[in-house]
Nanobody
Framework: QVQLVESGGGLVQAGGSLRLSCAASGRFFSTYAMGWFRQAPGEEREFVATISWNGGRTSYADSVKGRFTISRDNTKNTVFLQMNSLKPEDTAVYYC???????????????????WGQGTQVTVSS
């Protein structure tokens, strides 16, 4: 079983930045593709970004491309989401997720992920 714990959320003004972290337990983190998703009130959970098991491949939703960067440190079992130029429409609960398929490149589909964190709130004021 893998546990994921997100941190780094908060309240920020439009145009500001936040860096989310997701710490993972377990021995096999370095073989898992990881993803970030978000869910705003009354909305469906939506894909934000994904990174392959070794960090060699990343993919982003069009709405965050050029503003957000996903990265990982396999020595620390941690994945990050650097969020710049934040907009009010980025307000949501952000979740990290792990795909236990070993050595996978990552997916934009939430059904591909096996483990989820509890989420961290990001609020962007205008």
């Amino acid at each position: 079983q893998v546990q994921l714990v997100e941190s780094g959320g908060g309240l920020v003004q439009a145009g500001g930045s936040l860096r989310l972290s997701c710490a993972a337990s377990g021995r096999f983190f370095s073989t898992y593709a990881m993803g970030w998703f978000r869910q705003a009130p009354g909305e469906e959970r939506e894909f934000v970004a994904t990174i392959s098991w070794n960090g060699g491949r990343t993919s982003y939703a069009d709405s965050v491309k050029g503003r957000f960067t996903i990265s990982r440190d396999n020595t620390k079992n941690t994945v990050f989401l650097q969020m710049n130029s934040l907009k009010p429409e980025d307000t949501a609960v952000y979740y990290c997720a792990a795909d236990r398929t070993p050595y996978y490149s990552g997916s934009a589909s939430y059904t591909a992920y096996d483990y989820w964190g509890q989420g961290t709130q990001v609020t962007v004021s205008s």
